[in-house]
């Protein structure tokens, strides 16, 4: 991987995160499709939005292209493990480190490109990360992400900063990062691909039944 993302991101995905990756890989692939799948549609809704920009649309078309083919390939290695591709909930990785996304413009466009470039670092580290534990087959895979990953953190960087204009940016990403540090060295109830450092289960309720 770049040496660019790990200076970009705050931290690195914990040891615990890995260990409860390998041992649910079928929630991995699972979730890994739905981020796919989602991050395609997210490029595609900045092409909808913002369409007097030519940079921006040519690279988010392409990237959803790619994302798009990132789904097929983890559906496809999901078909033939026969793992099931079920409905289940996002984490809150993505919804958290977009609530203080502004809402007037340029700001909207500005921390919803950072936002982006953020979420796709942190796959390309954690594709990383975990390709060196992985089967033959997976590790190929995820090994071969990197490289489309870290241009895709660059080009929704890039595209902020052109949003920008004259403006500096830079204190706008070190807020967003820190959130999503937080995020990842946090607890959580449920593993998913973008989930914090380690898992607690919520307590029971109490049963009040007379």
């Known amino acids: 991987m770049t040496k660019s993302v790990h200076e970009f991101l ?28 989602k991050a395609a549609g997210t490029a595609m809704n900045l092409m909808y939005r913002y369409v007097d920009d030519f940079e921006l649309l040519n690279k988010m078309s392409r990237l959803a292209r790619e994302e798009l083919r990132h789904f097929e390939q983890v559906i496809a290695i ?72 870290s241009r895709h953190y660059r080009d929704y960087l890039g595209l902020a900063k052109k949003a920008a204009g004259d403006m500096d940016i830079s204190e706008r990403v070190q807020f967003f990062l820190e959130r999503e540090k937080a995020l990842v060295e946090s607890d959580d109830i449920e593993f998913r691909f973008h989930s914090g450092a380690t898992f607690t289960a919520p307590e029971p309720t109490e049963d009040v039944t007379p």
Not at 10 to 37: F, M, V, Y
Not at 118 to 130: H, P
């Open 10 to 37: 705050l931290c690195e995905t914990s040891e615990s995160w890995i260990q409860s990756a390998l041992a649910h890989q079928d929630l991995l692939l699972l979730d890994h499709a739905n981020c796919e799948k």
């Open 78 to 149: 999901m078909e033939k493990r026969g793992i099931p591709y079920e409905q289940i909930t996002a984490s809150r990785y993505a919804a958290d480190l977009r609530k203080p996304v502004r809402t007037h413009e340029p700001a909207r466009q500005i921390d919803t490109l950072i936002v982006g470039a953020i979420i796709e670092a942190r796959s390309c580290e954690r594709f990383e990360k975990l390709a060196p534990h992985l089967d033959d087959e997976l590790q190929k895979f995820y090994l071969s992400l990197l490289k489309s990953e």
